[in-house]
C-alpha cells in the first residue's frame, strides 16, 4: 500500500470557508481509504497565514519527507491549503517533486501533472486563490480602518496594560498591567530615568512584559509614544478618540 503524508490548513483571515482542520482530516483519511492509500501521519497548520515563514506544520512536513524514502508523496483536502501565493505554491510543488513525491489533492485531479494543460490549470487555481486572498486582506483592513475612525481599537494583538472587552468590542482596563504602564510613565515624567533604567527597574521588581519576557529600553519607548494609553486609536494613519478608557 502507498504511503503518504497528509497536510492541513486554516488561515486566520477566513476560518470560516477553509473548513476546520478536522473537517480536511475526514477528507483525507476518506480519500486515502478510497484510493489504496495509507496516511502515515497528518500535519497541520491552524489560525495561521499562507506565508511559509508561518508555518511551523508544513516546515515539519518537508523536513520529515527528506528523510522519508518509504513515503511516496503529500495528501491534502485542496490545492489552496497548500499555498494561496501562485509562486509559493509552484515552488513547493517542484520541491516535492525534486524529491521524487507526488502532491495529490482531494478536490482537484491530476495536480502535479507535468502536462501543460493540466499545469496551466493548475496555475490558475493558484492566482484565482491569491486573489481571493487579496480581497479578504482589503476587506479586512477596511474594516479595521473604519473601526479605528469611529473609536474602536483595530489592532492586531491587545496592547499591555489592557484586555480584551468582546462583549463592548473594545478594550478594557487589565488593572495590573494599568499599574504598571503608569509607574513607566511616572518614572520617565517625574524621576526623569532613561528608558533603559525604567527597564531594569521593572526587570529588577520581577515585573515581565505581556509575553512573559523582560523589559528593553525599546518597549519602555513603545509604551510611552502608543496612543493607545492616552485615549486614542491609530490604524495605518488614521487616528481618532478611542472608545476605551485611557491609562495615562
Not at 477596511?142 to 469611529?150: D, E, V
Not at 504598571?180 to 511616572?186: L, P
Not at 520581577?206 to 519576557?213: N, V
Given at each position: 500500500?502507498?504511503?503518504?503524508?497528509g497536510?492541513?490548513?486554516?488561515?486566520?483571515?477566513?476560518?470560516?470557508?477553509d473548513?476546520?482542520?478536522q473537517?480536511?482530516?475526514?477528507?483525507?483519511?476518506?480519500?486515502?481509504?478510497?484510493?489504496?492509500?495509507?496516511?502515515?501521519?497528518?500535519f497541520s497548520?491552524?489560525?495561521?497565514?499562507?506565508s511559509?515563514?508561518?508555518r511551523?506544520?508544513?516546515?515539519?512536513?518537508?523536513?520529515?519527507?527528506?528523510?522519508?524514502?518509504?513515503?511516496?508523496?503529500?495528501?491534502?483536502y485542496?490545492?489552496?491549503?497548500?499555498?494561496?501565493?501562485?509562486?509559493?505554491?509552484?515552488?513547493?510543488?517542484?520541491?516535492?517533486?525534486n524529491?521524487?513525491?507526488?502532491?495529490?489533492?482531494?478536490?482537484?485531479?491530476?495536480?502535479?501533472?507535468?502536462?501543460?494543460?493540466?499545469?496551466?490549470?493548475?496555475?490558475?487555481l493558484?492566482?484565482?486563490?491569491?486573489?481571493?486572498k487579496?480581497?479578504?486582506?482589503?476587506?479586512?483592513?477596511?474594516?479595521?480602518?473604519?473601526?479605528?475612525?469611529?473609536g474602536?481599537?483595530?489592532?492586531?494583538?491587545?496592547?499591555?496594560?489592557?484586555?480584551a472587552?468582546?462583549?463592548?468590542?473594545?478594550?478594557?482596563?487589565?488593572?495590573?498591567?494599568?499599574k504598571?504602564?503608569?509607574?513607566?510613565?511616572?518614572l520617565?515624567r517625574?524621576?526623569?530615568?532613561?528608558?533603559?533604567?525604567?527597564?531594569?527597574t521593572?526587570?529588577?521588581?520581577?515585573?515581565?512584559?505581556?509575553?512573559?519576557?523582560k523589559w528593553a529600553?525599546y518597549?519602555?519607548?513603545?509604551?510611552?509614544?502608543?496612543?493607545?494609553?492616552?485615549?486614542?486609536?491609530?490604524?495605518?494613519?488614521?487616528?481618532?478618540?478611542?472608545?476605551?478608557?485611557?491609562?495615562?
Open positions: 500500500m502507498k504511503k503518504y503524508f497536510y492541513c490548513r486554516v488561515s486566520t483571515e477566513n476560518q470560516k470557508d473548513k476546520t482542520i473537517y480536511q482530516i475526514e477528507s483525507i483519511k476518506q480519500f486515502a481509504k478510497n484510493n489504496g492509500i495509507e496516511i502515515s501521519q497528518i497548520d491552524e489560525a495561521v497565514s499562507g511559509i515563514g508561518n511551523p506544520g508544513l516546515a515539519q512536513l518537508l523536513y520529515q519527507i527528506e528523510h522519508s524514502p518509504d513515503i511516496e508523496g503529500v495528501l491534502i485542496r490545492l489552496d491549503r497548500l499555498a494561496r501565493d501562485v509562486v509559493l505554491q509552484e515552488n513547493l510543488i517542484k520541491t516535492l517533486q524529491l521524487g513525491k507526488r502532491l495529490i489533492s482531494t478536490m482537484e485531479p491530476d495536480l502535479d501533472s507535468s502536462d501543460p494543460t493540466r499545469k496551466m490549470i493548475r496555475q490558475i493558484g492566482v484565482i486563490a491569491e486573489y481571493e487579496a480581497l479578504i486582506t482589503m476587506r479586512l483592513s477596511a474594516g479595521r480602518l473604519l473601526k479605528a475612525g469611529q474602536g481599537y483595530a489592532g492586531g494583538g491587545v496592547p499591555f496594560g489592557y484586555k472587552d468582546r462583549l463592548n468590542h473594545r478594550l478594557a482596563p487589565d488593572e495590573a498591567e494599568a504598571t504602564v503608569r509607574r513607566i510613565w511616572y520617565r517625574y524621576k526623569k530615568l532613561s528608558y533603559g533604567k525604567i527597564a531594569d521593572l526587570n529588577d521588581d520581577g515585573i515581565a512584559t505581556q509575553k512573559g519576557k529600553a518597549t519602555i519607548w513603545y509604551v510611552l509614544n502608543n496612543p493607545v494609553y492616552r485615549g486614542f486609536v491609530r490604524y495605518r494613519g488614521v487616528r481618532g478618540k478611542g472608545s476605551h478608557e485611557a491609562l495615562l
